[in-house]
């Protein structure tokens, strides 16, 4: 039965007529599914079929307004199709399904030719969110522990919620644009909530973002979602302390690469820490 | 039987499904409500607003733990991470009993998401009760399980809904959450009586009821807990009380869900009919 709820569902939103090994569906349906006085053992098979898709399809449009929106509802729908044919939900809980979604992009880029690079930008994007919103966090620590501590020793760990982006598109803006355009449709959210096929929605166009360099921090604050910009340095600050140096290192390293010498760093770079301690991004790796 | 031990000996009244378009109201106003039922699965995070939510709900109201996803009926082992999170989220809301769906759902480690029918034979009926008894064992929490409501039947089966529930929650040793709506769904689905249904099975392990709408297509029914609940189903309960006695009870509605206080009001309507029920036995 499995088998016949994964297989993707025609243009129209039914189930294939031929089995994957050639016989007709209806044949395999009738061999385990009674029919009952109003429907065959196929429609029978059917309705799951649709309902499995109807379910996962509408997920992945409510977490992927962005990425929707850049490709349009049909070719989005096409592409989450592939997407979960290839990568079938593996979490006992819907809010993973998008967590192969990038990989999928760089795997299979005809999918969002000619908008690959934006595509993946905003795919990024938007999985940050979902980690930002619920993702695990560690005790962190204020900024009068890290100035107690010398910089050359110190090693500081990032919130497992908070995701570093290295973008070529202004997604933020594009999905602040997206999210105000759309009325807020909520998931059904339990038990046998039934969904339907993917619908273009009507909302008024929004401009896809231009190329522009963006650095972004994507992380949660008394538990709301926000992104915010970052600066060169400071986003390399930060990606060196993830990848485990001290944060002498870390400040050294970043400053090497700037070409801007005529800035105040050591009093920036303070700042920078006491606002990045205030948000709770850091804790003390054990 | 409004208070067994498969529902920690509890005697709730009048549930509400706790669904997020209704935080808001729900912190603000804090009306009353008797218990809030929230989807396990939805909490079973690690941390964020979710929990923030759920912890300021615990403050004043009791809560009950409703799965979606454990899938008593599945071949697969247990998700070893999903039963762990389950039992995190358990000692959080210290619920008194926890209930999850007679069905099965993934294969092989894949996710449909779906609660689907499982074919009504004894070897079946036998793993799935040795599942809840692990789960239960592994909890420390009563279980009850869920009917759901279906559009299939196997040729499989060796007998009747009815019967397979009964045979696996005699053998788990569990409770039964009655869910009058689903019976009502899949009567129509498969040409049964749902009287016969809810007289035949052990009423002295109904721990819950649920009760909610549905969707009426031109060939069978779904289960779209969209709507108010209809008369007929209304008409099931009473008997369902009449039988199994003054037992907590769930008002769902999970889709196109409308205001606080309209569901607040559906709910109160079965306090009424519950009362009127128990009044005339
Ligand atoms: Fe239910």
Not at chain 1, 30 to 38: C, E, G, T, Y
Not at chain 1, 151 to 170: C, K, M, N, V
Request: with cysteine; proline share 5%.
């Amino acid at each position: 039965m499995t088998n016949a709820l994964f297989r993707p569902l025609t243009p129209r939103w039914g189930m294939q007529k031929t089995w994957s090994d050639g016989r007709s569906t209806k044949e395999v349906a009738a061999q385990f599914i009674k029919p009952n006085d109003r429907l065959t053992s196929f429609e029978r098979l059917e309705i799951y079929n649709r309902q499995y898709w109807f379910r996962v399809l509408d997920c992945l449009h409510d977490d992927y307004p962005g990425l929707r929106t850049i490709l349009g509802t049909s070719k989005f729908t096409k592409l989450a199709i592939a997407y979960l044919e290839r990568y079938p939900s593996n979490s006992y809980t819907l809010r993973d399904l998008g967590d192969r979604l990038e990989q999928f992009l760089r795997e299979e880029p005809d999918w969002t030719a000619p908008r690959q690079a934006l595509a993946i930008d905003m795919a990024r994007f938007e999985w940050a969110q979902t980690v930002a919103f619920d993702g695990p966090a560690k005790r962190s620590i204020d900024a009068d522990d890290i100035l107690t501590k010398s910089a050359d020793q110190l090693i500081l760990g990032l919130q497992p919620y908070l995701s570093l982006l290295e973008l070529d598109y202004a997604v933020d803006d594009f999905l602040i644009a997206v999210k105000k355009s759309e009325e807020d449709g909520l998931r059904g959210e339990a038990s046998n909530a039934v969904h339907s096929a993917p619908r273009g929605s009507r909302r008024k166009p929004v401009r896809l973002p231009k190329k522009q360099k963006v650095l972004l921090a994507v992380h949660r604050y008394e538990n709301m979602v926000y992104s915010k910009r970052l600066e060169p340095e400071e986003y390399r600050i930060l990606t060196a302390l993830e990848k485990g140096e001290t944060v002498a290192a870390a400040c050294e390293s970043a400053l090497s690469e700037s070409g801007r010498t005529d800035r105040d760093w050591t009093g920036i770079i303070k700042n920078w820490f006491d606002t990045w301690s205030a948000l709770g991004w850091f804790y003390l790796p054990s | 039987m409004p208070s067994n031990e498969f529902n920690g000996f509890t005697d709730y009244g009048i549930g509400i499904g706790l669904r997020v378009p209704h935080y808001r109201h729900i912190l603000a106003k804090k009306p009353v409500v008797d218990w809030f039922e929230i989807i396990s699965e939805n909490f079973m995070v690690d941390s964020g607003r979710p929990l923030e939510v759920l912890d300021q709900i615990l403050e004043q109201y009791r809560v009950v733990q409703h799965g979606v996803a454990i899938y008593f009926g599945s071949a697969d082992d247990f998700d070893r991470t999903h039963l762990n999170r389950l039992k995190r989220l358990v000692r959080r809301t210290n619920t008194p009993w926890l209930s999850d769906h007679l069905c099965w759902g993934s294969v092989d480690g894949r996710y449909t998401h779906d609660l689907l029918p499982m074919p009504y034979t004894f070897a079946v009926a036998k793993h799935t009760a040795e599942k809840i008894k692990a789960a239960r064992d592994f909890l420390e929490v009563p279980i009850c399980v869920e009917n759901v409501s279906s559009y299939a039947e196997f040729h499989a089966s060796e007998m009747t809904e009815w019967e397979f529930l009964s045979e696996v929650v005699e053998l788990a040793d569990c409770g039964i959450l009655l869910d009058v709506n689903n019976i009502y769904v899949s009567s129509k689905n498969h040409n049964f009586d749902p009287y016969d249904y809810v007289n035949n099975i052990p009423h002295h392990r109904v721990g819950q009821i649920h009760i909610a709408g549905h969707s009426k297509f031109e060939k069978y029914i779904l289960d779209t807990h969209d709507h108010p609940v209809l008369d007929p189903v209304w008409k099931l309960y009473a008997h369902a009380i009449k039988l199994v006695g003054n037992t907590a009870t769930l008002l769902e509605w999970d889709d196109r869900i409308p205001s606080f206080d309209e569901v607040h009001h559906e709910a109160l309507k079965a306090d009424k009919f519950r009362e009127n029920v128990i009044a005339a036995r």
